[in-house]
Structures are given as C-alpha cells and as structure tokens.
Nanobody
Framework: QVQLVESGGGLVQAGGSLRLSCAAS????????MGWFRQAPGKEREFVAA????????YYADSVKGRFTISRDNAKNTVYLQMNSLKPEDTAVYYC???????????????????WGQGTQVTVSS
C-alpha cells in the first residue's frame, strides 16, 4: 500500500504561483505513476497532471499546459506540482494520486488510481 501526504495549498491572487508537494511512502520498489487531480465545488474531480515514477514522461490537462509543471524527487519520494500564472478557475481542492502500474490510456482517469491523498485547498482570487 501507498500513503500520500500533500502540502502547499493556500490562497493566492490571480497571476501568482504555488507549489504543491506530495510525499509518498509505504511501498518500495514498485512501479508507480503519480498524478494530480482537482475538484471544484459542484464539479467532478478532473485530471491535472501525471508523471511516471521512473522515466521522464509528463502528462498535462489542456487547461494547465504551459502553466503547471509536475516533477519528482526520487530521493525524497516526493512529487511536486508547480503552478504558475494561476487563474480563478484553478480554484479547487487538489489531490495527489498514485497507482502501481502506468497506463497510457488510463493515467488521466480518476477511477484508475488506487491511492489518494487527503487533498489541499487552492484558492485563486481575482
């Protein structure tokens, strides 16, 4: 099993930046994909970004391409989401997710990920 602990959410003005962190633990030497999802009030949880634990492939939702960057630090077992040029529509609870197998067809589906963090609130004011 995998435990995910998120941090870094907060309140920021439009155009500002935040960096979210997700520390993973509990499963050693497993093939993992790490993803970020977000859920705004009244909306479904949607895919934001994903990265393979091994390898350099990064994947982004169209709505955040060019503004958000997902990265990892293998030594710290931590995945980051750098969010720049934030917009009010980015306001949501952001969740870190993980699974033991990467799927090119399912990485952007919330139903694919087995493990989830508790979520961290990101609020962007206009």
């Amino acid at each position: 099993q995998v435990q995910l602990v998120e941090s870094g959410g907060g309140l920021v003005q439009a155009g500002g930046s935040l960096r979210l962190s997700c520390a993973a633990s509990g499963r050693a030497f497993s093939s993992l994909v790490m993803g970020w999802f977000r859920q705004a009030p009244g909306k479904e949880r949607e895919f934001v970004a994903a990265i393979r634990w091994s390898g350099d492939s990064e994947y982004y939702a169209d709505s955040v391409k060019g503004r958000f960057t997902i990265s990892r630090d293998n030594a710290k077992n931590t995945v980051y989401l750098q969010m720049n040029s934030l917009k009010p529509e980015d306001t949501a609870v952001y969740y870190c997710a993980a699974d033991s197998v990467f799927s090119l067809t399912n990485y952007n589906s919330r139903h694919y990920y087995e493990f989830w963090g508790q979520g961290t609130q990101v609020t962007v004011s206009s």
